[in-house]
Nanobody, 115 residues
Framework: QVQLVESGGGLVQAGGSLRLSCAAS????????MGWYRQAPGKQRDFVAR???????NYTDSVKGRFTISRDNAKNTVYLQMNSLKPEDTAVYYC?????????WGQGTQVTVSS
């Protein structure tokens, strides 16, 4: 089992920045691809960013150039640096750890961007 705990959400004005953190309960980055997803009210959960075991990253088009996913292996923590935030980025952000036979989710952290 893997527990994922997100933190760092909050209320920010448009154009501002936030950094989300996702702490894993054990060392998993060599086996699990890590991702961030988000879910706005009344909408489905959507992919935001992904960091593979080999360090490759990919992003949904709407956040390219503004968001950066990274990890700290020593801290078992994945980050999502979010810059130039827009009101449409408002959502609950979820951390995800995915391997061939396992898929884990955190509890989510709320990000609200005011205009």
């Amino acid at each position: 089992q893997v527990q994922l705990v997100e933190s760092g959400g909050g209320l920010v004005q448009a154009g501002g920045s936030l950094r989300l953190s996702c702490a894993a309960s054990r060392s998993i980055f060599s086996s699990y691809a890590m991702g961030w997803y988000r879910q706005a009210p009344g909408k489905q959960r959507d992919f935001v960013a992904r960091l593979t075991t080999t360090g490759r990253t990919n992003y949904t088009d709407s956040v390219k150039g503004r968001f950066t996913i990274s990890r700290d292996n020593a801290k078992n923590t994945v980050y999502l640096q979010m810059n130039s935030l827009k009101p449409e980025d408002t959502a609950v952000y979820y951390c995800n750890a995915q391997a061939q036979f396992h898929n884990y989710w955190g509890q989510g952290t709320q990000v609200t961007v005011s205009s």
